[in-house]
């Protein structure tokens, strides 16, 4: 009986098929060999931009750089003298000439004498002298007061004063008194006052160093002086 030859006929694909159920998970293997760090590594790194914060999972050069940047800053910074040593002890901190961190004059203890103040310490103290006044040191031969204050920086004063022993002399100075530094002018005043009850007037110096001088070509022995004047230091 004869044979037909039909042919590799392939009919279309079916649909796939649900998947199967995942095997059992094999035995785990042996550990591997512990690993080294070799610490000769180079690691490259730039210096970070600006001074930023290290973050959880940053890379080495990123935290390298981090800290290039905190370091540079530390070494020529404000701070830069607090490396490597101690500050003298119980002193304020001041800024210097090169505006580095460094220690005033001004111990802890006097600095705690501002503790409590609410207001400018020389405004409390311009305050309290407006109401205390002083007396000048007369020279011999002069008798009365010649009395001061200051307000803030301009002293007032008024003067009583006899002084005797004046010469018949021409361009003839008398010291009368002595101010304290702290209420002297800042240079020579002239100025005139009245004398001997009278509207004559005799000029009277104060000058930068304190003394204060009566000028006159006088011809009485003498002279009874009254005053009342301010001047801006």
């Known amino acids: ?10 009919g279309p694909k079916g649909d796939t098929g649900p998947q199967g159920k995942q095997g059992i998970q094999g035995i785990p293997g042996p550990a591997g060999p512990t690993g080294t760090v070799d610490t000769d590594t180079p690691v490259d790194f730039t210096e970070a931009s600006a001074l930023e914060n290290i973050e959880n ?12 940047k905190i370091a540079g800053s530390l070494l020529i910074g404000a701070g830069s003298t607090l490396l490597g040593q101690n500050l003298a002890a119980a002193r304020a901190l001041v800024s210097d000439v090169n505006g580095k961190v460094g220690t005033s004059t001004i111990t802890a203890a006097e600095l705690g004498y501002l503790a409590g103040m609410t207001s400018n310490a020389q405004e ?83 000058s930068g160093t304190g003394e204060v001088s009566l000028l ?12 009342g004047m301010y001047f801006v230091q």
């Open 124 to 206: 409390q103290i311009n305050k309290l002298n407006e109401n205390i006044i002083n007396d000048a040191t007369l020279f011999s031969g002069c008798t009365g007061s010649l009395r001061f204050k200051k307000i803030h920086k301009t002293v007032f004063f008024d003067m009583l004063i006899e002084a005797s022993g004046i010469e018949s002399v021409n361009n003839w100075k008398k010291n009368i008194a002595i101010i304290p530094e702290g209420f002297r002018p800042a240079s020579d005043l002239r100025f005139y006052c009245l004398y001997d009850g009278t509207s004559n007037s005799v000029m009277i110096l104060m």
């Open 57 to 68: 999972g940053e890379s080495l050069s990123a935290i390298f750089g981090k800290i290039r």
């Open 216 to 227: 006159s070509d006088a011809h009485v022995n003498r002279r009874i002086i009254t005053c």
């Open 1 to 10: 009986m004869g044979k037909v030859f039909i042919g590799n006929f392939k």
